[in-house]
């Protein structure tokens, strides 16, 4: 039997469901099951997603048995619509859309109106009544055709669409604002004068012959899966390019037949921030495209439709309550209303902001419709997300002040919250350009409308302002998605490609100027506001809002009781200071996984340096002795702040030279003879000293516990100041858990060195002070030797962490600190799936990490293991680190949160 590449659906009844989304795409599936529970769909079938992948596998054709299966699905639906492809009395129009497997809004293409041509526009408007739409219609078709499956494109970034420059003339001369307001007339003028800009610009005419068109149509949508958006948006998003796309070919029905038409979009809930409600962008008498594009600004459904449209506004709201209930899920809408009727063309689970996540999501399992375990799923809320929970809102009197300067510039749509301040840029490219160069400025994308081209502007800018458009359009969906904040349908801005610069409230500003924009009100100032803390923060951090206050935090409570119920993996903090720990605590951390000490002697320069050009081990220890004080301050402060939490604390890891290189002695003329005099040396002595610690590759040299294995002494004092604090805290009642960890350990030998210095220092503490407590000494696992020999090395040490920073570097040979010139250029040309410093290479250095995780724990059986490198806050890594069986996760505080939710987001998929 032939494969079937050509799925059926209409007449309440569908070849596919909504669980065929690999097969069908998310599109495709979803018209399949929105047939089957009853809701109004025109008819249509969907060529799969084997179409597309043989298509590229085969020099870009099509299977051979595609042709006649198009045929045969093609006449079922012209059986089911009571109309003839192609007729001259009585035509059938198509409309052709991509669908992959994953929602990938805007990025691939889309032509409608296929089957015009000077013939059946003629049949069409005597069908329909109205010259006008038919005549739209096919001017619409003319021109996406020419754009989508001809590929006509501006010349360069200041031309313009063509076709928009050759409508917008026309619309001057004939001295209106609106397409709608042009007359048959001049709507045939303009498909005449768009076929000719076709065959001047592509060399060819535009084919009349309906099949010819939709075959076009079809290779184009299948095409756009391989163009340059596409495939950056799926490199920010992990989707496989091997996956393709499907197609949807469906019969037309139209908006655009008059004022009782319109076209849409709507959410069932508020997608920026979560409201319930149902929610938004409608036309009248406009047709698919116009909404989604955001080249008109829209009207807001919750506003006016139920007075524009009664009829269809009850139909619209019931058709989302049966489909929120359906999928359980806030469902992101298509639809056309055709004299009256309401006509289902989309439906999805709706991208959301992760403010507006955790809000759906809560809300949801109190309306009942999930449990807690469904509100954690990783597709709910990707665990990332709730980082914007705790993003920054602007500061009230800065607001205040830039009000009463007037600085108020306009309002639009608040599409994505989160408060910006940053330098105008207006094209996407000098932004992402701007980005590169000037990583610390923050940047607002300043456009008339964003289009799916502006990927990679957008992921350079902090904030996204856009003069048209509406919560649905191109700008706002994928800011949304991106925790970008975002604001859309500002139409008091006038945009200037020419001169670079926008017009507002009287007002010029040019590219580089500041400006701040609210993306939780829509407001935009001239100028910097200060932004201020989240209100999550503000009740846990800084404790200036109480919680009853802030129902933001509240559901944020309410979601993390639920990760805190479900998830297996501990989460600690990386922290070097009380403040970081005290911060982390609010968050939820469980214990501090990682203290570097040496953040602690960037404090005490003088006497670390003393320390260094020491000659002796006298002198080493006269300057140690001084240290000793300040660290043991240090650590107890920690140990006050984790309040009987476990504290991993690190020895000295760094090579010395960063404390003390020719650099310092060069910026400080009178530091060598500063450091002579304490040692009772000479300048001379000094600088040879130092010349002796430059290494030509640092983090391969000495470094980590080759310092404390050199220098015993310092390990000894470290050591000391520990056990210290520790006696010191628990004698002020306080529970005190210390874990001594030895860094870059390869050998056995290295950690035994170490632990014997450690242990001893403990035990002459515990003597001189008559105070004894439980401490753990254990080891870095950062170098690939230590892993593969964790077997030995568990013999001795009590627990392990995993330092992925360093054991990526060690693994992959790619130094962590030299890797940028290249990660961009690999990642660009899907060298590797991802950056291995974000985010674990599973198949290498995570295969390393499981054999340190078995061999550990084959000579000790309840071994501790935990993660401290940056990874330990990426969710894909957590969810790793939790199925190679760790104890824990450490990360830095502000990732505490996200942390959680993917463990426990992997802890629920496991135990499925
Ligand atoms: C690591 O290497 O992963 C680690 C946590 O140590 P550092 O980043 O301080 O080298
Ligand atoms: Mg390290």
Not at 565 to 573: A, C, G, I, M, N
Request: glycine share 8%; charged share 25%.
């Amino acid at each position: 039997m032939s494969t079937k590449y050509v799925y059926f659906f209409g007449d309440g009844q569908a070849d596919g469901d909504s669980s065929m989304k690999t097969l069908l795409g998310g599109k495709g599936a979803n018209l399949a099951e929105m047939v089957r529970i009853g809701l109004p769909v025109p008819a249509g079938f969907t060529l799969t997603t084997e179409v597309c992948t043989y298509y590229y596998a085969n020099n870009r054709t099509f299977p051979p048995e595609l042709k006649q299966q198009v045929l045969d699905a093609l006449k079922k639906v012209e059986k089911s619509m009571g109309a003839e492809f192609g007729s001259a009395t009585n035509p059938l129009l198509f409309s052709c859309r991509s669908g992959a497997r994953e929602s990938m809004p805007g990025m691939m293409d889309t032509v409608l109106n296929i089957g015009l041509n000077d013939t059946t526009v003629v049949a069409l408007a005597k069908q329909t009544g109205n010259e006008r739409s038919a005549w739209d219609s096919y001017r619409r078709f003319v021109q996406m055709y020419g754009d989508v499956v001809l590929e006509l494109k501006p010349k360069d970034k200041t031309e313009g669409d063509p076709f928009e420059v050759a409508l917008e003339h026309k619309r001057e001369k004939a001295g209106v604002k609106e397409d709608s307001q042009l007359s048959v007339e001049q709507l045939k003028e303009l498909v005449a004068e768009f076929k000719q800009l076709i065959k001047s610009r592509a060399g060819k005419d535009f084919p009349t012959d309906p099949m010819e068109q939709v075959w076009g149509a079809i290779g184009a949508v299948f095409g756009s899966w391989m163009n340059d958006r596409a495939m950056v948006y799926r490199r920010t998003y992990g989707i496989p390019h091997e996956w393709g796309t499907a197609a949807n070919v469906q019969a037309m029905v139209f908006g655009n037949l008059g004022d009782d038409c319109a076209t849409g979009v709507g959410l069932t809930r508020d997608c920026a921030l979560g409201t319930p409600g149902f929610c938004g962008d409608y036309l009248i008498n406009a047709q698919g495209e116009d909404v989604v594009a955001g080249i008109r600004t829209p009207k807001r459904i919750e506003e006016t439709l139920a007075s524009d449209m009664p009829e269809s506004y009850k139909q619209l709201n019931e058709i989302g309550k049966k489909l929120e209930k359906h999928y359980k899920e806030v469902q992101d809408i298509e639809f056309t209303i055709q004299r009256g009727k309401v006509y289902m063309l989309q439906t999805r689970n709706a991208k959301r902001t992760g403010f507006a996540a955790v809000r759906i999501a809560v809300d949801l399992v109190n309306e009942g419709l999930i449990t807690e375990q469904e509100a954690l799923q990783k597709r709910r809320i990707p665990a990332d997300d709730l980082a914007q929970l705790l993003q920054p809102i602007f500061d009230p009197a800065s607001k205040a002040t830039a009000t009463k300067e007037g600085r108020f510039l306009a309002k639009g749509i608040n599409a994505g919250p989160g408060a910006a301040s940053g330098v105008i840029c207006l094209f996407a490219d000098e932004a992402e350009q701007f980005h590169e160069k000037n990583p610390n400025t923050d940047i607002i994308l300043v456009r008339k409308e964003t289009s799916p081209e502006d990927l990679r502007g957008m992921k350079a800018a902090k904030g996204i302002l856009t003069a048209t458009g509406g919560a649905s359009s191109h700008a706002a969906l994928v800011s949304r998605q991106m925790g970008k904040a975002c604001i859309v349908g500002c139409s008091a801005i006038e945009v200037d490609y020419t001169t670079n610069t926008i017009n507002v409230g009287g007002k010029t500003l040019k590219s580089g100027d500041f400006i701040s924009m609210d993306g939780f009100t829509g407001e935009v100032f001239e100028g910097k506001v200060q932004t201020k803390p989240s209100e999550v923060i503000q009740v846990l951090v800084q404790k200036t809002l109480k919680p009853e206050e802030s129902e933001t935090y509240q559901r944020y409570a309410q979601l993390m009781g639920w990760v805190d119920k479900h998830r297996k993996l501990r989460v600690r903090t990386n922290a070097d200071t009380p403040n970081q720990a005290d911060e982390a605590i609010a968050f939820g951390a469980e214990g501090i996984g990682l203290c570097r000490t040496e953040h602690m002697f960037f404090d005490h320069l003088d006497e670390i340096r003393h320390m260094i050009v020491a000659e002796t081990k006298e002198s080493r220890e006269e300057a140690l002795a001084k240290l000793l004080p300040f660290q043991r301050e240090d650590f107890a402060g920690l140990f006050r702040s984790m309040n009987g939490r476990p504290v991993t604390i690190r020895l000295l890891d760094p090579p010395l030279h960063e404390f003390l290189s020719d650099r310092h002695l060069e910026e400080q003329p009178d530091l060598a003879q500063k450091l002579a005099s304490w040692t009772n040396s000479t300048v001379d002595a000094v600088k040879r000293r130092v010349g002796e610690l430059h290494e030509a590759n640092p983090m391969l040299g000495h470094r980590g516990c080759r310092l404390g294995i050199v220098y015993p002494e310092i390990t000894a004092m470290q050591a000391r100041a520990i056990f210290e604090a520790a006696v010191k805290v628990k004698k002020e009642g306080i529970n005190v858990v210390p874990e001594v960890m030895v860094p870059l350990a390869g050998f056995l030998t290295e950690f035994k060195h170490q632990e014997k210095i450690i242990r001893a220092a403990a035990e002459a503490v515990f003597k001189e002070t008559g105070t004894t407590l439980e401490y753990l000494v254990g080891t870095m696992i950062e170098v690939p030797r230590a892993a593969v020999r964790a077997d030995q090395i568990a013999s001795a040490a009590e627990f392990f962490s995993f330092g992925t920073n360093d054991l990526t570097q060690t693994t992959l040979a790619i130094s962590r600190d030299d890797y940028g010139p290249f990660i961009g250029y690999y990642r660009e040309h899907d060298i590797i799936p991802s950056d291995p410093f974000q985010t674990i290479d599973q198949e290498g250095v995570g295969d390393i990490m499981k054999i340190g995780v078995e061999r550990g724990r084959s000579s000790r059986a309840d071994l501790k293991i935990g993660i401290c490198g940056e990874h330990g806050g990426d969710p894909a890594s957590v969810m790793f680190c939790h199925d190679i069986g760790l104890n824990y996760v450490s990360c830095s505080p502000r990732r505490v949160p996200v942390a959680k939710l993917a463990a426990a987001q992997q802890a629920l998929a496991a135990g499925k």
